[in-house]
């Protein structure tokens, strides 16, 4: 547990003006920070960091000030998705908003908290490569002006903002960008969106954007939720306060965004612009909801779903996986006998793996769609993707980066399912004739 200001670090960063060797401190792997200033590095660094570790820093700063982290040195092995080693910083401690992960030697601008905490986590696999990091925070105030990675305060009469990257690459993956746009009393906010690319689904599950009138973020205020490659019908606030947050998951990425906002009269004519339409879920009104169950309850009762379907949403999950994963893991059957059985069959690369208790939820980069149902696919540029809760982790035991033949069935939101009863094999390319075949079977 240490601490250390920028007077003391600044002489053993960059040595002395007589050229002495530079010193460092002696970096350990996290710890609790405080302070209005000081550094924080990877383990052993400058030294190759090591493996298999996770290490975790909590900064905190004076009440009343916010935390801002700028790195000064990156370099960890680089992948696209960041999915082996990575840098994690959160906007706080405990279930907090992920503000950016990221790995390779792009340093991204500085990373502002909301409030006078924020925590950074470094991950590192088996095969490391590589200084690590090495980043300074300091207090500041709220609201600061200053160059950021993403986010921040507008308040000029006009102006733009974008997603990180823009316009030389994709937005990262695993990152949240809040903007908080503020015009004078008695004037109102335009957003108009120039350009519009962010990973498609039908609910705006994964990547997406969002709006809301005010200050903060609240299903009472919120205007829309966005993604797809369409952009937005211009946007109009209530009042003098638009707050915009986009935020992507750690799978598929896509070109992004960029918005430019105008400040008008509170009186100007909006009638030419249709009102924007919110691509979530709709929230239903409560005295729908009496009738809605009326309806519901005159209707057959009769069971619909497997067990496997209904498994996300049931209290009884738990003991069902429990059970479910002590059986013996051992796959039967072939492609084709399971081939009419399921709802979806696919052929994809595993891209990222999020464990859970007993379950896995894995992200898919679909390769061939021999079979969709009612999958629910997203779509980035030509890139497609899935997502599908795996009940047991071990079984069928996948692995990251490894192509598979993927069959299972399909919940009420579109997710697939894979139980161990399932079919999940890796991918052979002689597999790939059978499929085709298969593909024109009436089952």
């Given at each position: 547990m240490w601490s250390v200001t920028w007077s003391l670090w600044l002489p053993l960063v960059f040595g002395s003006v007589f050229?002495?060797?530079?010193?460092?401190?002696?970096?350990?792997c996290g710890g609790n920070v405080t302070g209005s200033s000081g550094l924080i590095g990877s383990q052993g660094y400058p030294g190759v960091y090591p493996a298999?570790?996770?290490?975790?820093?909590?900064?905190t700063v004076p009440q009343g000030k916010v935390v801002s982290l700028t790195f000064r040195s990156l370099d960890l092995e680089s992948d696209g998705l960041c999915r082996y080693d990575y840098v994690d910083v959160y906007d706080g401690f405990v279930n907090s908003q992920r503000l950016g992960r990221f790995c390779g030697t792009a340093q991204p601008g500085a990373l502002i908290s909301s409030h006078n905490r924020m925590q950074v986590v470094m991950v590192s696999d088996a095969n490391t490569a590589g200084s690590g990091f090495l980043a300074g925070y300091a207090a500041i105030r709220p609201?600061?002006?200053g160059e950021r990675y993403c986010g921040g305060l507008l308040d000029k009469p006009s102006g733009a903002f974008t997603t990180p990257n823009w316009p030389e690459r994709d937005y990262p993956p695993g990152v949240t960008c809040s903007w908080h746009i503020i015009a004078p009393e008695h004037q109102i906010i335009e957003l108009k969106f120039e350009k519009f690319d962010v990973e498609r689904d039908n609910y705006c599950r994964y990547d997406h954007m969002a709006v809301y009138n005010g200050a903060e973020i609240s299903d009472t205020s919120r205007i829309g939720k966005f993604c797809g490659d369409s952009p937005p019908a211009p946007i109009f606030s209530d009042g003098n306060h638009l707050f915009v947050q986009f935020f992507s998951d750690l799978s598929l990425t896509a070109d992004g965004f960029i918005c430019h906002y105008t400040f008008k009269p509170k009186n100007s004519t909006v009638s030419d612009s249709p009102v924007p339409v919110n691509t979530a879920v709709p929230t239903t009104p409560g005295p729908v909801a009496l009738a809605y169950s009326e309806a519901l309850c005159k209707q057959k009762c009769k069971r619909s779903g497997t067990v496997e379907s209904h498994y996300c949403s049931s209290n009884f999950a738990l003991a069902y996986s429990e059970a479910l994963c002590k059986q013996?893991?051992?796959r039967s059957g072939t492609v084709e006998s399971h081939y009419c059985s399921s709802n979806f069959v696919l052929t994809g690369t595993l891209v990222s793996a999020a464990m859970r208790e007993q379950s896995v939820l894995a992200t898919f980069s679909v390769t061939n769609l021999y079979k969709e149902g009612n999958l629910s696919i997203q779509q980035a540029g030509k890139s497609m993707s899935t997502k599908v809760v795996i009940l047991c982790k071990k079984c069928p035991l996948v692995r990251r980066g490894l192509n598979y033949i993927v069959m299972g069935h399909v919940d009420e939101q579109g997710q697939g399912v894979v139980s161990p009863q399932n079919f999940v094999m890796a991918f052979k390319t002689k597999k790939q004739r059978d499929l085709a075949v298969l593909k024109n079977v009436r089952c």
């Open positions: 050229g002495q060797r530079q010193r460092w401190p002696a970096f350990l298999n570790t996770k290490c975790v820093w909590r900064i609201n600061a002006r013996k893991c051992k």
